[in-house]
């Protein structure tokens, strides 16, 4: 199993430019999640599916969009770079049950960069 | 509501020495509990888990947490401090119901030789 994989590694973006961050996962788990970490920041929640089709927001979607049209995939765009979105992107899944617990399994993460 | 508060954002020990980094959570649910480390440049790998089963709990590279409902803490030990475990620690907790974690903002650990 790859687990889960990020692309790109890193990038640079101009502000007013348009990207796509993939993520996918080959688990078969049915959350996903992408998350944003700031610099002595812990993680914060953008936005998370449980299921293709089914998206919703965290606690800071602004200037991000999601579509789960697979279990696998769980691509995050963003539309309007802003500097503000100079951050390091974490996709992560999970297998959640009714009464069970969430273990995240994280991938390697996407460094960008807005100038 | 949840959230996760680190005591420490630096901790700095020497090699063999105690570690100890800390963890107090709220959650308006049983709570489940998390400890994860990241490496630089790396993803978060999962340390050890809560999951309302054994109060202590062992993870990997030598480390375990206790869970402490009265102190709402889940603080996270290892006897003796090795070099590899220069990294950032993150807390984190999820309940019955959530869907996802609320991390605490990570304490930095140190290791000096």
């Known amino acids: 199993n790859a687990g889960v994989t990020q692309t790109p590694k890193f990038r640079i973006l101009k502000i007013g430019q348009s990207m796509t961050l993939q993520c996918a996962q080959d688990?078969?788990?049915?959350?996903m999640y992408w998350y944003r970490q700031d610099p002595g920041m812990g993680l914060k929640l953008i936005y998370y599916?449980?299921?293709?089709?089914?998206?919703d927001k965290g606690e800071v979607p602004n200037g991000y969009n999601v579509s789960r049209s697979t279990t696998e995939d769980f691509p995050l765009r963003l539309e309007l770079a802003a500097p503000s979105q100079t951050s390091v992107y974490f996709c992560?899944?999970?297998?959640?049950?009714?009464?069970?617990?969430?273990?995240?399994?994280f991938g390697p993460g996407t460094r960008l960069t807005v100038l | 509501a949840q959230s996760v508060t680190q005591l420490g954002s630096h901790v700095s020990v020497s090699e063999g020495a105690l570690v100890l980094l800390r963890c107090n959570y709220s959650?308006?649910?049983?709570?489940?509990l998390f400890w994860y480390v990241q490496y630089p440049n790396q993803g978060l790998q999962l340390l050890l888990k809560?999951?309302?089963?054994?109060?202590l709990v062992k993870g990997i590279n030598g480390f375990e947490a206790e869970f402490k409902k009265s102190e709402t803490s889940f603080h996270l030990t290892k006897p003796s401090a090795h070099m590899s475990d220069a990294a950032e620690y993150f807390c984190?907790?999820?309940?019955?119901?959530?869907?996802?974690?609320?991390f605490g903002s990570g304490t930095r650990l140190q290791v000096q030789p």
């Open positions: 809560y999951t309302s089963a054994a109060t």
């Open positions: 959650s308006s649910v049983p709570p489940y």
């Open positions: 599916s449980v299921g293709a089709g089914i998206t």
């Open positions: 984190a907790v999820s309940g019955v119901g959530r869907r996802a974690l609320t």
């Open positions: 688990m078969n788990h049915n959350y």
């Open positions: 992560a899944s999970s297998y959640s049950e009714a009464g069970g617990y969430n273990e995240q399994f």
